[in-house]
């Protein structure tokens, strides 16, 4: 009888450090959470999008305040949708690689509905959220109120369209 079978043999005597402490890790990781590694990735998925979901809610809430904090409406509907993408790029790529504000939006998941659409929204939404956090023009916050609302409109559809698209892809948190 094997040791063990000999490519799996192979493979440890040839691995790097780096290799061994991330295989031990992922080890502990199970060990200490009584979870495999693909359920924990599957939850922090589940969180990123809650994420998102909070961010949106937290936006309606700023829109609807007297007097609207439009502005900052603007900037949590950009981050809704910043979490929305990186959890649907997180689960479909397998990792966090891309959580880069600049690169984030070029990584669309396999299959995701009009993928080039909602890469080219969240651009757009990001550098909304620029304006309204670093320019000093337009102060009053009524003038933000129709780039609020769209930027809300589409957060909540991109988190929509995100819980729907991890739900059909075996995501069992979401």
Known sequence: MDFAPRDRLRRVSEAT???MVL???RVSLEQDTGRSLEE???RSTADRLALAVACTRRARVMMNTVPPLNRDAVSRSYYAM???WRAVAFFSHGGDDFQEHKKLPDFAPPGFQDAVLWQNRLKEAREARNRSDYRAYPKAEGAWRREAEKQYSHA????RLSRAYLRGRGCQYV
């Open 40 to 42: 924990l990735r599957q």
């Open 17 to 19: 450090a780096r290799d």
């Open 82 to 84: 910043y979490h929305a």
């Open 23 to 25: 295989w031990l890790e």
């Open 156 to 159: 909540v559809e991109l988190v």
